[in-house]
């Protein structure tokens, strides 16, 4: 159950866009296709962005998107916003049930 | 609308114990999964454990086994964690949220465990 390896932080300008990685192994990323994102600014409870790699759950802006190569995951939000400002976290599932999630990613809108 | 409303955190000795619990409100409780996960002062977030929807089967991770326990009542619409042994490293806000393909969707907003003497 080690913690999947993201960038610790990853910037932007305004209306560019930005890729944060979330690489793993073939016993959690790269064996299965439950790879989420979450958003999380200060001080609130994450939330859920995308889901099954590539899924958007409703309300979430079609500017966030995900996708899976081998072990690695990647988030790519475009057109920054400054309200994109904020921590981003990616989670596996593991196997035998249980769940791994990244260790972090600080997004700054420069 | 979906709500998961945690409570029972608070200041605790190491050694000792602490039960959380989550109100559910807003969706089919009996019908989801429901994990807890984790997140330490300053850090990233930890995944704590899941229980299936009707409650025969629960895994956790390494790092609580044997000394946490998930539980649920989907006639009261609630989920438990009891903790026991507590240590320092158990200090974070612990979230209760919904499962969804195996991975957590809707999360409450928390409440904190502070182990410390």
């Known amino acids: 159950q080690s913690a999947l390896t993201q960038p610790r932080s990853v910037s932007g300008s305004p209306g560019q866009s930005v890729t944060i990685s979330c690489t793993g192994t073939?016993?959690?990323?790269?064996?299965?296709?439950?790879v989420s994102w979450y958003q999380q600014h200060p001080g609130k409870a994450p939330k859920l962005m995308i889901y099954?790699?590539?899924k958007r759950p409703s309300g979430v802006p079609d500017r966030f998107s995900g996708s899976k190569s081998g072990n690695t995951a990647s988030l790519t939000i475009s057109g920054l916003q400054a309200e994109d400002e904020a921590d981003y976290y990616c989670?596996?599932?593991?196997?035998?049930?249980?769940?791994?999630f990244g260790g972090g990613t600080k997004l700054t809108v420069l | 609308q979906v709500q998961l409303v945690e409570s029972g955190g608070g200041v605790v000795q190491p050694g000792r114990s602490l039960r959380l619990s989550c109100a559910a409100s807003?969706?089919?409780?009996?019908?989801?999964?429901m994990h807890w996960v984790r997140q330490a002062p300053g850090k990233g977030l930890e995944w704590v454990a899941v229980?299936?929807?009707?409650?025969?089967?629960?895994y956790y991770a390494d790092s609580v086994k044997g000394r946490f326990t998930i539980s649920r009542d989907n006639s009261k619409n609630a989920l438990y964690l009891q903790m026991n042994s507590l240590r320092a490293e158990d200090t974070a806000v612990y979230y209760c949220?919904?499962?969804?393909?195996?991975?957590?969707?809707?999360w409450g907003q928390g409440t904190l465990v502070t182990v410390s003497s």
């Open positions: 949220t919904r499962d969804l393909s195996f991975i957590p969707d809707y």
């Open positions: 229980i299936w929807s009707d409650g025969n089967n629960k």
């Open positions: 807003g969706f089919t409780f009996s019908s989801y999964g």
């Open positions: 073939s016993s959690d990323v790269g064996g299965y296709n439950y």
């Open positions: 099954d790699v590539s």
């Open positions: 989670c596996s599932y593991a196997g035998s049930y249980t769940s791994v």
